[in-house]
């Protein structure tokens, strides 16, 4: 296969082959840091979706019948696969979509490396079969997989996909973003030398509108698992309606930070400020609402600006960048015209606010911002950003901080700062998302990961995003 590194027209890869670099409509891949073009893939058709289904349609039979054991052992090579080309890996992603490399080395290559290794060995143990009175209960692969796949985690959330599909016998056709397509090469090179046979994986490249429409309405797609905003996250499933197939959102996310009263708060607003800002802010779980009682408003958002402080903004490639270009320069367009709206509905910039940050006249930078007295009910606090912007929001009592936690279209993830855990524990489980940390609690990669209302449905990770590709069959004997 044809290494898909920068500064290279990269292709699909349909059946094992590399298809369409040289030809067609393209896509140019543009570094946020310099605005330069750094690559192009092919603005894949209608034709090259079919392309990749009939080849994962074909493909089906033999890998669904490949024995678990056999299956395991090509995820745990893939999983070696990816930890052998973490620096280039790395690199890619910072280069296509600014995550800085710090960040990307420790987090976006190694964490998929985590979860595939963790869903390896999760296989042998899994309820294939199971008995149930005179049932047999059989859980067997959904069929051909779409995945349509993000640009701000390229490569964790196509391995949060694939990976499971494949290991549940699926076969799949990945959509990448157009935005960051080029990680997705490097990850069919990985399965390609892990020994996954041709077709098992396929890639298209593509705008959602075209490439990705044509996936979720195909009919020899059996399920579409999608990634991405809740906005095209409803287009995804009206399309697919048509077949009735299968599919699994994993959409937006405007979480809330709780501190109750007797927090820790130097300690909460630090971990609060270091999730807001994590990857620029672009990252679906960001708490990006921190609520703190009344009383001590002021003194969270001094606290606040003092940590944003230390959060440095330039160039991602290096080391001690906290904070890179946003991904796009639609994206920074975004986020700086909810910078705009946060004043005029009167929110007060605490620090940061509208304009790029100094020194930084080149790339889509926009400044981290912390934005004090937030009403709950204004555009900065019901709608997700996806940009380093935290709003802080006075609440009176734990109910009205509840209340306004559970106020948003979304129910992605949340926190809660409390020196009583018990107590913490017990606003946990009033909030209406799909994951709550409470104190700081470390992410863990066998836990399920997805949301409720608005930020979509299914779940992924662990055994739990396994099952999310099987379908169930019942035997009565």
């Not at 898909?4 to 030809?23: C, D, K, Q």
């Not at 349609?57 to 893939?78: H, K």
């Amino acid at each position: 296969m044809v290494a898909p590194v920068v500064g290279r027209r990269v292709g699909h890869v349909v059946g094992g082959e590399v298809v369409g670099a040289g030809a067609g409509d393209t896509i140019e891949v543009v570094n946020p840091a310099t605005e330069e073009v750094i690559a192009a893939v092919p603005a894949g058709t209608a034709a090259d979706v079919d392309a990749a289904v009939a080849a994962a349609r074909a493909a089906f039979a033999g890998w669904s019948a490949t024995p678990v054991a056999e299956r395991a052992d090509a995820v745990r090579r893939i999983s070696e696969g990816l930890a052998g080309r973490r620096q280039e890996i790395s690199a890619t992603i910072t280069a296509e979509m600014g995550s800085p490399i710090t960040f990307a080395s420790r987090v976006q290559a190694a964490l998929p490396v985590t979860t595939s290794a963790a869903l390896a060995g999760l296989l042998a143990g899994f309820p294939w079969t199971e008995r149930i009175g005179n049932s047999l209960v059989l859980r067997e692969p959904a069929g051909v997989v779409a995945a349509i796949t993000p640009w701000n985690y390229p490569l964790h959330q196509a391995v949060a996909k694939v990976v499971p599909a494949l290991a549940a016998g699926c076969t799949v056709v990945l959509k990448p973003s157009e935005v960051a397509p080029l990680t997705a090469g490097l990850l069919a090179e990985v399965l390609h030398a892990a020994g996954v046979p041709a077709g098992v994986l396929n890639v298209v490249h593509g705008y959602g509108p075209v490439a990705g429409e044509a996936l979720a309405e195909h009919p020899d797609v059996d399920m579409v698992s999608f990634t991405g905003s809740t906005r095209a996250g409803r287009r995804v499933a009206a399309v697919a309606a048509g077949t009735v197939k299968r599919v699994a959102l994993e959409l937006g996310g405007k979480s809330a930070s709780v501190l109750l009263d007797d927090a820790d708060l130097g300690t909460a607003v630090k971990i609060t400020m270091a999730n807001c800002f994590i990857n620029g802010g672009q990252t679906c779980t960001a708490l990006s609402r921190m609520l703190v009682p009344a009383a001590r408003h002021d003194e969270a958002v001094e606290l606040a600006v003092a940590a944003a402080a230390k959060y440095g903004v330039g160039d991602p490639t290096e080391p001690g960048t906290r904070i890179g270009p946003m991904s796009s320069a639609a994206q920074r367009e975004r986020v700086a015209g909810y910078l705009r709206a946060g004043i005029d509905q009167g929110a007060t910039v605490a620090t940061g606010g509208p304009g790029a940050p100094d020194g930084l006249d080149r790339g889509y930078y926009v400044r981290p911002t912390v934005f004090a007295g937030v009403r709950p009910d204004s555009v900065i606090a019901q709608e997700e950003i996806f940009g380093p912007v935290l709003s802080v929001i006075p609440y009176g009592g734990e109910d009205e901080a509840v209340e306004i936690a559970n106020a948003t279209p979304y129910g992605l993830a949340g926190a809660v700062f409390s020196a009583d855990t018990d107590r913490a524990l017990a606003v946990a489980r009033r909030l209406r998302t799909g994951q709550v940390d409470i104190n700081g609690g470390a992410f863990n990669p066998l836990a399920p990961f997805g949301g409720y209302k608005q930020s979509g449905n299914g779940r992924e990770l662990g055994s739990f995003g396994l099952e999310e590709f099987c379908e169930l069959k019942s035997i009565q004997t």
